[in-house]
């Protein structure tokens, strides 16, 4: 199924159709159902994750701007944020949004409004310019759920270095993907 | 506390502090590497600042070309069950108040001259006034093409309790964009209502300083714009409809 299908199908779901939910989980709940039992490396837990997932598709669907981001996107979107919450509950670790970090008003950045399609396929192309245990690191934070704290005993490195690998590859990324 | 983030990395940048930090939280978020705190501070956030919003939704499809690397698995048969009777069991969200959508005052207005809406509007006596209501399936559908704009109008009808529901898709043209919706009135220029779809359902509030000014005799108007509304304030892109609002009989 392309993805303008895919997005009918959710918009569809928006409107509380029933039938269009059961096609939409036919299309895409081996998917979904691939990335739960990827990140929480357990079938009972990746089943449960998964109806949870698909509540959520329910009751979210009509926030769904088929402008703003792929449905196929935004579908996996919903799967990984569900797993990695469960990860996070299941295995907590240290808060880093301080006051340094906290939340301030965002100042006008014309390029936060970028339009990223057809940026997509270039994600692999920019992690090569990364060093490769950095773009290792990269993949198994968003692929598995690691968490700092597991990447930086996968790594053999101080917790704070792994930080700042990451920050800086984040910061390295964005540029080579707006180029 | 001010200066507490000179040693973050790359601070040393050109650009603003709070749009380099900006960039690494929702970075980060996407990753996934937020403890569950941080997440849920991550998304309150963004429910209130849209373009902080945006700037998560891009990283999101930025690294989602990191999701070739899941394998589909079938899930087991009893799972579909499982969740539909709980998605359906659910009791519906309070958010289902009468909207500009659903309102004929609305599709009076419209002159949508070339879509095919006149064989639902019959279901529409019934809507007036109605407060929420568990929603079936719809038992009508359509979808309607605005000519040579590349945006479509999905409309589900439920029988059970009149409501018709249409949103935009305003998908099909390669590039993203947002509908937005205007109000043109008393020699004004036109005046944004908002962005359509991003606030379900196709509805949104009219903002409080605008409301004297939608009354009989004005225009509304939606133009295409690029994501997230117009950046200037003004209309940019095409008007693809637009009509004088009536009041209703």
Same mark, same amino acid.
């Given at each position: 199924?392309?993805d303008e299908?895919l997005a009918l199908?959710i918009s569809?779901?928006g409107?509380?159709?029933?039938?269009?939910?059961?096609?939409?989980?036919?299309?895409?709940?081996?998917?979904?159902?691939?990335?739960?039992?990827?990140? #929480?490396?357990? /079938?009972?837990?990746?089943?449960?994750? %998964?109806? =949870?997932? +698909?509540?959520?598709?329910?009751?979210? @669907? $009509?926030?769904f701007v088929p402008a703003a981001t792929s449905a196929?996107?935004w579908?996996?979107?919903?799967?990984?944020?569900?797993?990695?919450?469960? #990860?996070?509950? /299941?295995?907590?670790?240290?808060?880093? %949004?301080? =006051?340094? +970090?906290?939340?301030?008003?965002?100042? @006008? $950045?014309?390029?936060?409004?970028?339009?990223?399609?057809?940026?997509?396929?270039?994600?692999?192309?920019?992690?090569?310019?990364?060093?490769?245990?950095?773009?290792?690191?990269?993949?198994?934070?968003?692929?598995?759920?690691?968490? +700092?704290?597991?990447?930086?005993?996968?790594?053999?490195?101080?917790?704070?270095?792994?930080?700042?690998?990451?920050?800086?590859?984040?910061?390295?990324?964005?540029?080579?993907?707006?180029? | 506390?001010?200066?507490?983030?000179?040693?973050?990395?790359?601070?040393?940048?050109?650009?603003?502090?709070?749009?380099?930090?900006?960039?690494?939280?929702?970075?980060?978020?996407?990753?996934?590497?937020?403890?569950?705190?941080?997440?849920?501070?991550?998304?309150?956030?963004?429910?209130?600042?849209?373009?902080?919003?945006?700037?998560?939704?891009?990283?999101?499809?930025?690294?989602?070309?990191?999701?070739?690397?899941?394998?589909?698995?079938?899930?087991?048969?009893?799972?579909?069950?499982?969740?539909?009777?709980?998605?359906?069991?659910?009791?519906?969200?309070?958010?289902?108040?009468?909207?500009?959508?659903?309102?004929?005052?609305?599709?009076?207005?419209?002159?949508?001259?070339?879509?095919?809406?006149?064989?639902?509007?019959?279901?529409?006596?019934?809507?007036?006034?109605?407060?929420?209501?568990?929603?079936?399936?719809?038992?009508?559908?359509?979808?309607?093409?605005?000519?040579?704009?590349?945006v479509d109008?999905i409309?589900?009808?439920?029988?059970?309790?009149?409501?018709?529901?249409?949103r935009p898709v305003a998908a099909r043209?390669?590039?993203a964009k947002s509908?937005?919706?205007?109000?043109?009135?008393?020699?004004?220029?036109?005046?944004?209502?908002?962005?359509?779809p991003?606030?379900?359902?196709?509805?949104?509030?009219?903002?409080?300083?605008?409301?004297?000014?939608?009354?009989?005799?004005?225009?509304?108007?939606?133009?295409?714009?690029?994501p997230?509304?117009?950046?200037?304030?003004?209309?940019?892109?095409?008007?693809?409809?637009?009509?004088?609002?009536?009041?209703?009989?």
């Open positions: 199924m392309n299908d199908l569809r779901v409107l509380k159709d029933r039938d269009a939910f059961s096609r939409l989980y036919r299309a895409s709940s081996p998917k979904l159902f691939g990335v739960c039992l990827r990140m #929480l490396k357990d /079938r009972a837990e990746a089943e449960e994750a %998964l109806q =949870e997932v +698909y509540v959520k598709i329910w009751a979210r @669907a $009509d926030g196929a996107g579908l996996q979107a919903i799967a990984r944020n569900q797993a990695i919450d469960r #990860l996070r509950a /299941r295995k907590p670790v240290a808060d880093v %949004l301080d =006051e340094a +970090y906290d939340l301030p008003d965002s100042t @006008a $950045d014309p390029e936060a409004c970028a339009v990223a399609a057809g940026e997509r396929r270039r994600i692999d192309a920019c992690l090569d310019e990364l060093a490769p245990d950095r773009a290792d690191a990269v993949r198994r934070a968003y692929i598995e759920g690691a968490s +700092y704290q597991e990447l930086a005993d996968h790594f053999a490195v101080p917790l704070n270095t792994m930080r700042t690998w990451l920050r800086r590859s984040l910061l390295t990324l964005r540029e080579c993907l707006e180029r | 506390m001010t200066d507490k983030n000179s040693d973050e990395p790359g601070a040393e940048g050109a650009e603003g502090g709070n749009v380099r930090r900006d960039e690494l939280v929702a970075g980060e978020y996407v990753l996934g590497i937020l403890s569950l705190d941080d997440r849920r501070k991550v998304e309150a956030r963004m429910a209130t600042d849209r373009r902080f919003a945006a700037t998560v939704r891009r990283w999101q499809t930025n690294l989602s070309g990191l999701d070739d690397a899941y394998q589909p698995v079938t899930p087991p048969r009893h799972l579909r069950r499982k969740i539909e009777r709980r998605a359906f069991g659910a009791p519906r969200p309070a958010s289902a108040r009468p909207s500009l959508w659903n309102s004929l005052v609305f599709w009076r207005g419209f002159a949508f001259a070339s879509l095919a809406v006149a064989a639902v509007l019959g279901g529409m006596a019934a809507l007036s006034g109605q407060a929420a209501r568990p929603l079936l399936a719809p038992t009508l559908s359509a979808e309607m093409t605005v000519t040579g704009t590349g109008l409309a589900a009808y439920h029988a059970a309790s009149g409501r018709l529901l249409v043209n390669e590039g509908l937005e919706l205007w109000l043109v009135e008393g020699g004004h220029a036109p005046r944004s209502l908002g962005v359509l991003e606030t379900g359902e196709g509805g949104l509030v009219v903002p409080a300083d605008l409301r004297r000014s939608l009354s009989a005799g004005a225009i509304l108007a939606v133009s295409i714009e690029p997230g509304g117009s950046p200037t304030g003004k209309a940019t892109g095409p008007i693809i409809a637009q009509g004088p609002v009536a009041r209703m009989p």
